[in-house]
C-alpha cells in the first residue's frame, strides 16, 4: 500500500509507537482559499499549548485569488516546531502537506525541501476528469520521487466527501486531524481549537469541522505507519502565543493609546482587525483614514490635543506620510509609527519580507530630521516595544518609530506572559494652568527637552507652526534662531543615546567575524553563529534594537573583530559581479549607518529575495566570509 | 430668575473674555486684504460667545489665509499645505471639549487639500470651517488657482487659464453627509459675521465659501461684483441667516430659499450669473463622527488594566 514512508519506523520505544525527534519542520502548501493557513496557526498554536516551542511563517501569494493550481499561486504555511524554543523558520521541510502536485514546485524554486523530506500529497487529480491534469500530476509525481522526497498520496477529497459536499472547504481540518495524529497532538487541544476559530460559525459549521478533524486523525492512525513525539519545552513560565501583529496590537492596548488611525495596506493591516476587535473594550478607538496621509495627520491632530497616537503602515504608506512625520519632529508632538515591512521599491513584494525601509525612516524628510528608530527582533519585543514608544514619544516630544517586517507580522511564536504594570497606560492628559513665565518650546541647554502646554491648560495657548519658530512658538526670522532651534532638537537624542546600554554580543567579545543584524532576522543569525562556533569558526554577532540614535559603543566593539559585517534582507551591490567595485559598490542599509557612523570597513551581505533568511544560508555566508569551503 | 441664585445672588461668569482677550500680534496680510476682516469678526464672535480661548483651537494649512491661528491668542496649528483638515479631525475625535476652527484657501482646500476636504465634509465633525478664497495664490505670488475664472492671467497661465473653475458650494453640496453650507464676502462684514455666527452655531461641519479680494494679484475681481449690485442676491428665510434691516436693504435682489432644499440650493449654486448671499443648505440630523469619537472616553487604568488582561488571557498557552 502506498501509504508508507519508504524508510521505516524507527522501532519504537516500548509505551509508544511514535518516533522521538526534538524538531520537525512542517509545510502545508494549497491553492489560495483552501484555509491552509488556518489549518497551520490551529496546529501551531494546539502545539504551543502541548509546551512545544513553535515559529510559523505564512506563504502568502501576491493575489487575493491567483488561478488554481499554479505554481506561482502556492499558498500555505511553514511550522516549525520544537522540544526548544524556536526563533526562525530553519532550513528545509521535513514533512509538507499539498493539495495539489503544482503548487510545492512554488516552494520547491525557494529550496525549501530536501531529499528525504515526506510530502503528503492530495491524489484526487490522479482520477481527475481532464487528461491533462492526470499526466500533469503523474509528471510531478515522478518528479518528485525523483528529487529523493518520501511521497505518500493520499485520498483526502475522497474521505471528506463522506462528510460534507464541497471538501474545498473542510479539507484544512481534516489535515489539521491528519497532523494531530502524525506529531500525536492531544485530540482535546484539538477540538477546543476548532470550537473557537469557528466560535461566530453555526453550530452545524462547526460539528461537521469536528467531524472532518476527527476523520483525519482516525484515517492517520488507521493508515500510515509512522508517529513523530516531539518533548515539550522545559519551562514553568506562563506562555503566550500570538503573531507579530497581533503583539503590536495589544501592545497598543498596554501602552493606553486610544487613537490608532491608519489606513489598509499589507503587511500591516491585520493589526487593525485585532485592534479593532478589542480597543473598544480598553477606552480606544481605531480611526480607518481616507488614504495614508490623512491617517497620519489625525494621528498628529489627537497627540497634539493630549491623546498621543500611533499610525500603522508599510513602507509606501511611509513614503506617503513623509511630509507629515517631518512636520511632527520639527513642532514636537510626540507620536508613533509602525512600519511594517514588506519589499520595495515601489509596490514590490507587498507579502513578502524585506528591511528595505531602514534608510528611508531615517534619512526620509527634507532637512534634519532627528528621531528614534526602534526595530523588533522578536514578537515579544512588538509587543513591549510599542508600550516604551508611547514613553519615548512623550518624554522627547518626538515622534518614535518601529520597524517590524512581514515575518514578524505573521510569524507565530510563544513568548512569557507579559506581566502588566499600571504606569504601561498613559496618564489622563494634564489640564492644569500652564505657569505664565514657562515657554511653550522652553528648551533646555543641556538636554533639548521642553514640557508642552496641551489644548485646553488656561494660560498655554501658542500656534504651532512647521515654519522655523523660535521658543514662544513664533515665526522665526532670524538665521542664529532656526541653528540653535535645530541644535536642540538634535541634542535631545544625544541625551537620549546616554541612557542606552551598549549592545549584548552573542559569543566571545573578540574573534575573526562580528555579524550583525536587525530585525527579524535575529533566530536565524544565532542559530547560524550557534552552528559554526560548534564547527570551531571563532564568529560572534550583534543585534540592534536602536538603529537611532545608535546603540553606544559599537566602535569599541568593533575594533575587537577583524572583520565585520551585516546580515540584512534589503539590497546591496555585489562586488564580484559587473560593473561593482569596492569603490563604487552600494551597502545594504545598516551597513551604510555603521560605515558612516563608526568609519569602520563594514562588509555585507544582504539580498531582496523576499524570503526570510534560513539559518543554513547564514553559515553560508559566514563561511565565504572566513574563506571556507 | 436667570442669572439669580435661590439667595438672589447674581451668577457670574467666572471670567469675562475682552476683544483683546482673543488678539495677538500684527497681522501680516497686506493692506486690502480680504484676510483682515474675517480676523476682525471672528475675534468678535469668539467674544460674544465667550469661547475659552484655552479650549479653542485654530487649524490651517498653508498659504497667506493660513496665518491665521498666529493672530490669534487662543490654541493654533499652522500645519501642512492642504492637510487641516485631517489635522483638526484628530485634534476634535477625542476632545469633544475644544471648539475647533479650520481656515483655509482656494489653493489649500480646492487644489492640494481637495481629498481631505471632501472626506471631511463626510465625517461631518463639529467644526467650524472658513475657506477664503480670493481666486490666486498669493503667497507664492499669482498662480492660477482651480477656482480662478477662465482667462486669468497668472504667472503660470501667461495667456489665460483655460479651464473652468472648480465652485466650492457646488461641491461641497454634491459630497454625502453635508449638513452646512454657506457664502458671504469679505466687503460685507455685517453679513459676513451673522454667516459665522450661524456656521458656528451649527452642530456638525459648518463651511463657510467666503468670497474675498486680494488687492495685490486679483485687484478687478471684486471691483466687478461690488459694481454689478443686481449680481448679489440676498438669501431669505426664516431657517436662514437673517442680517439687519439696514444691511438686508443694500441687496438689491433677494429671493426666498429654504435652506432643507438640497435640490433647490444645488440649482442655486449652478447659477454662474448671480452670487448668492446667505445659508444654502442645512441638514441637523447628519451623522457626526465625532459622536463615535466621543463614544468610549474616560476609562481607567485599572478597566483598561482589566480589558488587557482578558485579550492575553485567549492567547495564553
Not at chain 1, 476559530?197 to 505507519?225: M, P, Q
Request: net charge negative; charged share 20%; proline share 5%.
Amino acid at each position: 500500500m502506498a501509504y508508507t514512508t519508504e524508510t521505516k519506523t524507527m522501532p519504537a520505544t516500548s509505551s509508544s509507537k511514535a518516533t522521538k525527534i526534538n524538531e520537525h519542520i512542517v509545510e502545508i502548501v494549497s491553492d489560495s482559499g483552501e484555509g491552509a493557513q488556518k489549518c497551520g496557526q490551529s496546529f501551531a498554536a494546539i502545539s504551543a499549548k502541548m509546551g512545544n516551542g513553535v515559529w510559523t511563517v505564512e506563504i502568502i501569494p501576491a493575489e487575493i485569488q491567483p488561478p488554481a493550481r499554479s505554481r506561482e499561486g502556492a499558498s500555505g504555511i511553514r511550522i516549525r516546531l520544537g522540544s526548544e524554543k524556536v526563533t526562525n523558520m530553519g532550513n528545509e521541510a521535513d514533512l509538507v502537506i499539498a493539495l495539489n502536485e503544482q503548487v510545492p514546485y512554488g516552494r520547491i524554486h525557494q529550496n525549501a525541501y530536501r531529499e528525504g523530506t515526506t510530502m503528503l500529497l492530495e491524489n484526487k487529480w490522479a482520477t481527475d476528469a481532464s487528461e491533462a491534469v492526470q499526466e500533469k500530476y503523474h509528471a510531478a509525481v515522478a518528479d518528485f520521487k525523483a528529487k529523493g522526497y518520501k511521497v505518500i498520496e493520499i485520498p483526502m477529497e475522497q474521505e471528506c466527501l463522506k462528510i460534507v459536499k464541497n471538501a474545498r472547504k473542510g479539507k484544512n481540518m481534516w489535515v489539521l486531524g491528519m497532523l494531530s495524529y502524525i506529531y500525536n497532538r492531544s485530540i482535546d487541544k484539538g477540538e477546543t481549537q476548532i470550537k473557537t476559530i469557528f466560535r461566530k460559525k453555526a453550530e452545524a459549521v462547526i460539528s461537521a469541522n469536528l467531524e472532518l478533524f476527527h476523520s483525519g486523525y482516525t484515517w492517520a492512525e488507521a493508515n500510515l505507519d509512522f508517529q513523530y513525539e516531539i518533548a515539550p519545552m522545559d519551562t514553568r513560565e506562563e506562555l503566550v502565543v500570538m503573531s507579530g501583529n497581533e503583539a503590536i496590537a495589544l501592545g497598543i492596548l498596554a501602552s493606553g493609546m486610544e487613537v490608532c488611525s491608519m489606513y489598509p495596506i499589507t503587511p500591516a493591516t491585520s493589526v487593525s482587525h485585532l485592534l479593532a476587535e478589542v480597543i473598544k473594550n480598553s477606552g480606544g478607538l481605531i480611526h480607518q483614514a481616507e488614504d495614508e496621509i490623512a491617517a497620519v495627520g489625525f494621528a498628529i491632530g489627537a497627540s497634539y490635543a493630549g491623546k498621543t497616537a500611533v499610525t500603522i503602515t508599510s513602507g509606501p504608506g511611509m513614503a506617503l506620510k513623509t511630509e507629515f512625520l517631518g512636520l511632527a519632529s520639527m513642532a514636537e508632538i510626540p507620536l508613533v509609527v509602525v512600519d511594517v515591512q514588506r519589499g520595495g521599491p515601489s509596490t514590490g513584494l507587498p507579502t513578502k519580507v524585506e528591511q528595505g525601509d531602514l534608510l528611508s525612516t531615517l534619512y526620509g524628510q527634507p532637512g534634519d530630521v532627528p528621531k528614534i528608530v526602534m526595530a523588533a527582533a522578536t514578537i515579544e519585543e512588538c509587543f513591549h516595544f510599542v508600550i516604551l514608544a508611547r514613553k519615548l514619544a512623550e518624554s522627547f516630544r518626538t515622534p518614535v518609530y518601529i520597524l517590524t517586517d512581514a515575518n514578524l507580522a505573521t510569524g507565530q511564536q510563544p513568548f512569557p506572559r507579559p506581566q502588566i504594570k499600571k504606569d504601561w497606560f498613559a496618564p489622563p492628559i494634564d489640564q492644569s494652568p500652564w505657569k505664565a513665565d514657562v515657554k511653550p518650546y522652553d528648551w533646555d541647554n543641556q538636554t533639548g527637552l521642553s514640557k508642552r502646554p496641551i489644548p485646553g491648560q488656561p494660560g498655554g495657548q501658542h500656534t504651532i507652526t512647521g515654519l522655523a519658530h523660535t521658543s514662544k512658538a513664533h515665526v522665526s526670522y532670524n538665521p542664529n534662531e532656526n541653528q540653535e532651534a535645530a541644535n536642540l532638537r538634535s541634542r535631545k537624542f544625544a541625551a537620549f543615546q546616554k541612557t542606552l546600554n551598549p549592545p549584548h554580543i552573542n559569543g566571545d567579545n573578540k574573534g575573526d567575524l562580528l555579524i550583525v543584524g536587525w530585525g527579524s532576522t535575529l533566530g536565524a543569525i544565532e542559530e547560524a553563529v550557534e552552528m559554526a562556533r560548534s564547527q570551531g569558526l571563532n564568529v560572534s554577532s550583534l543585534h540592534l534594537r536602536f538603529v537611532s540614535p545608535l546603540e553606544p559603543g559599537l566602535k569599541g566593539i568593533f575594533s575587537n573583530f577583524n572583520e565585520i559585517m551585516t546580515v540584512e534582507i534589503n539590497y546591496s551591490d555585489r562586488p564580484d559581479s559587473p560593473q561593482f567595485t569596492k569603490e563604487n559598490r552600494r551597502y545594504a542599509q545598516l551597513a551604510t549607518v555603521l560605515r558612516a557612523h563608526t568609519l569602520v570597513d563594514v562588509d555585507c551581505y544582504s539580498n531582496v529575495e523576499g524570503q526570510p533568511l534560513t539559518p543554513n544560508r547564514v553559515l553560508g555566508v559566514i563561511k565565504n566570509k572566513l574563506g571556507i569551503e | 430668575m436667570y442669572g439669580l441664585k435661590e439667595d438672589l445672588t447674581a451668577e457670574l461668569p467666572s471670567k469675562y473674555f475682552s476683544l483683546e482677550g482673543y488678539e495677538k500680534g500684527v497681522a501680516r496680510w497686506c493692506p486690502g486684504c480680504g484676510d483682515h476682516a474675517v480676523l476682525t469678526n471672528m475675534q468678535k464672535l469668539l467674544r460674544e460667545k465667550q469661547l475659552d480661548p484655552a479650549k479653542t483651537v485654530f487649524v490651517s494649512g498653508i498659504g497667506c489665509s493660513s496665518r491665521f491661528p498666529h493672530y490669534m491668542n487662543t490654541y493654533g496649528f499652522h500645519g501642512l499645505h492642504g492637510r487641516a483638515f485631517p489635522i483638526a479631525e484628530g485634534i476634535k475625535f477625542r476632545r469633544p471639549d475644544l471648539h475647533v476652527f479650520v481656515v483655509t484657501g482656494d489653493g489649500d482646500c480646492i487644489s492640494i487639500g481637495a481629498g481631505a476636504w471632501i472626506h471631511a465634509i463626510r465625517y461631518n465633525m463639529n467644526m467650524t470651517v472658513l475657506l477664503l478664497n480670493n481666486e490666486i495664490y498669493g503667497l507664492t505670488k499669482k498662480q492660477v488657482s482651480p477656482t480662478s475664472r477662465i482667462g486669468t492671467i497668472s504667472n503660470t497661465t501667461p495667456d489665460g487659464s483655460i479651464l473652468p473653475p472648480i465652485n466650492p458650494v457646488q461641491t461641497t453640496m454634491g459630497v454625502a453627509n453635508v449638513s452646512f453650507v454657506a457664502q458671504t464676502a469679505d466687503w460685507n462684514p455685517a453679513h459676513m459675521y451673522e454667516t459665522i455666527k450661524a456656521a458656528y452655531e451649527h452642530q456638525g461641519f459648518s463651511f463657510v465659501h467666503v468670497i474675498q479680494r486680494c488687492p495685490v494679484f486679483q485687484g478687478g475681481l471684486v471691483d466687478e461684483l461690488t459694481s454689478n449690485k443686481e449680481a448679489m442676491v440676498y438669501l431669505e428665510h426664516e431657517n436662514g441667516i437673517t442680517v439687519s434691516e439696514e444691511i438686508a436693504r443694500t441687496f438689491k435682489q433677494k429671493l426666498t430659499h429654504d435652506p432643507a432644499n438640497l435640490s433647490a440650493a444645488r440649482d442655486l449654486a449652478m447659477d454662474d450669473t448671480k452670487v448668492y448671499m446667505g445659508l444654502f443648505y442645512q441638514n441637523k440630523d447628519a451623522p457626526r463622527y465625532d459622536d463615535y469619537g466621543a463614544s468610549n472616553l474616560g476609562f481607567t487604568v485599572e478597566q483598561k488594566e482589566a480589558a488587557l488582561n482578558h485579550e492575553l488571557d485567549k492567547f495564553a498557552i
